[in-house]
């Protein structure tokens, strides 16, 4: 299965370097990336899936230099990270990544879960027709449940929906 990963507070809680691109600083946020820290049990939740023999993915809608750079900090072993504009595809919510990244790795629609924080990773998932697990853990807006085809609160949560889809 196809495992695509929403970066910024489902991975890793980024919300300091975050307060700085909303406000357009790209240089500052990047310098800030080693204050961040991964969520409790991402690590053991990326090792498990790798092992089960799934294929993970990073699309975000940061900088890939950004997201490669936490990859590298928190030590997550996800070899592959895509950034929107390096695709060639509109940011979220639109679902050109996701449609991409399927073609790219060879999936079907139905040989995929993507999980993410925020409504519109779950507009871009399910547009592409991609099923989508909302990452309570680091979510500010709660409606990212609102329509999700799995919900889970803690990382550790993710391991039983993957089994179970």
Do not use: C
Not at 19 to 36: H, N, V
Not at 38 to 58: F, M, N, R
Not at 122 to 131: D, L, Y
């Amino acid at each position: 299965m196809l495992i695509i990963l929403d970066m910024d507070f489902t991975l890793v809680d980024t919300t300091e370097p975050e307060k700085l691109r909303s406000l357009g600083q790209w240089g500052a946020a990047a310098g800030k990336l080693e204050e961040t820290e991964a969520y409790d049990g991402i690590q053991q939740v990326i090792t498990e899936l790798k092992s089960d023999g799934h294929d993970l993915v990073v699309l975000t809608n940061s900088r890939s230099s950004d997201a490669k750079k936490l990859i590298e900090i928190h030590d997550l072993r996800i070899d592959a990270v895509f950034y929107y504009k390096d695709l060639d595809v509109p940011s979220k919510p639109h679902p050109g990544g996701h449609r991409e990244l399927l073609r790219r790795h060879g999936f079907t629609e139905l040989q995929a879960v993507s999980i993410g924080d925020k409504a519109s990773d779950r507009q871009a998932a399910h547009g592409a027709g991609v099923r989508f697990v909302a990452a309570m853990w680091g979510a500010e807006d709660k409606s990212v449940a609102d329509g999700a085809d799995a919900v889970a609160i803690s990382p550790s949560q993710i391991l039983e929906i993957v089994k179970d889809l």
